[in-house]
């Protein structure tokens, strides 16, 4: 009996695995109802087997296998028809506008002044005034745009040049390099050696060895000792 449920929690793992991997990584962050509702579903129909052996395991392959090719399809569905989105997506709805809260926007999604003011002080804003716009996402969160005088300047506003760097990718790991990585930032492997070179290290001697997208390395050795980072 054990080795059997065993074999079955094994099988839906599996199963299950390779359905979310299908039905891709936006299933793993925020859902809307029609996800919520499938993930919901799958969970009770990939228990029922493993712990009743009574039941034929393709009883809950099968449903899985139909609800996540239904979400496929609804999916894609939305995504080349738009003018489904009225009838199987829900719509954002605007809270505030202008800094003028609507009451009848408020009744229709059911949500009251204290939890309002609460999404709006967990987006770091505590006062109502400060607000232009408060939006109900279709997933459930809400946006909170902040009146222009409130917002924070960026580098344009203080007249400081740009200095998009990108984000840093793993060239080294423990003395292995990191092929894809390599790929992204469009060098090869005859560019780390010699790179490390120019350094006065070896491939064998780095522990870590990272590049951002504007060529700006850090370089830890094995030993602990850090070379000075560097722009290409």
Same mark, same amino acid.
């Given at each position: 009996?054990?080795?059997?449920?065993?074999?079955?929690?094994?099988?839906?793992?599996?199963?299950?695995?390779?359905?979310?991997? %299908?039905?891709?990584? /936006? !299933?793993? =962050?925020?859902? *809307?109802?029609? +996800?919520?509702?499938?993930? @919901? #579903?799958?969970?009770?129909?990939?228990?029922?087997?493993?712990?009743?052996?009574?039941?034929?395991?393709?009883?809950?392959?099968?449903?899985?296998?139909?609800?996540?090719?239904?979400?496929?399809?609804?999916?894609?569905?939305?995504?080349?028809?738009?003018?489904?989105?009225?009838?199987?997506?829900?719509?954002?709805?605007?809270?505030?506008?202008?800094?003028?809260?609507?009451?009848?926007?408020?009744?229709?999604?059911?949500?009251?002044?204290?939890?309002? %003011?609460?999404?709006? /002080? !967990?987006? =770091?804003?505590? *006062?109502?005034? +400060?607000?232009?716009?408060? @939006? #109900?996402?279709?997933?459930?969160?809400?946006?909170?745009?902040?009146?222009?005088?409130?917002?924070?300047?960026?580098?344009?506003?203080?007249?400081?040049?740009?200095?998009?760097?990108?984000?840093?990718?793993?060239?080294?790991?423990?003395?292995?390099?990191?092929?894809?990585?390599?790929?992204?930032?469009?060098?090869?492997?005859?560019?780390?050696?010699?790179?490390?070179?120019?350094?006065?290290?070896?491939?064998?001697?780095?522990?870590?060895?990272?590049?951002?997208?504007?060529?700006?390395?850090?370089?830890?050795?094995?030993?602990?000792?850090?070379?000075?980072?560097?722009?290409?």
């Amino acid at each position: 009996m054990l080795l059997s449920i065993f074999i079955r929690t094994v099988i839906i793992y599996v199963i299950l695995t390779i359905i979310m991997r %299908i039905m891709g990584k /936006r !299933q793993l =962050g925020e859902l *809307d109802v029609g +996800e919520l509702v499938i993930t @919901i #579903l799958l969970s009770e129909i990939a228990s029922l087997p493993i712990t009743n052996e009574e039941k034929p395991i393709m009883q809950a392959i099968i449903p899985i296998v139909t609800l996540a090719t239904l979400e496929i399809l609804t999916s894609t569905l939305l995504l080349k028809i738009p003018f489904t989105k009225k009838f199987l997506s829900s719509k954002p709805s605007v809270i505030i506008a202008c800094g003028v809260i609507d009451r009848r926007a408020m009744k229709k999604v059911r949500i009251s002044l204290e939890e309002l %003011i609460s999404q709006i /002080r !967990q987006n =770091g804003i505590y *006062d109502l005034d +400060e607000v232009d716009y408060a @939006i #109900l996402e279709e997933n459930g969160k809400m946006s909170i745009i902040p009146k222009s005088r409130y917002r924070q300047p960026d580098r344009t506003d203080l007249h400081l040049p740009d200095d998009d760097s990108g984000v840093m990718h793993l060239i080294v790991s423990d003395g292995v390099i990191n092929t894809h990585s390599l790929r992204i930032l469009g060098k090869d492997e005859a560019w780390v050696y010699g790179t490390l070179k120019s350094h006065g290290s070896s491939l064998r001697d780095v522990f870590c060895m990272t590049c951002n997208d504007a060529g700006k390395l850090y370089i830890a050795k094995g030993d602990g000792t850090i070379l000075s980072p560097s722009d290409k």
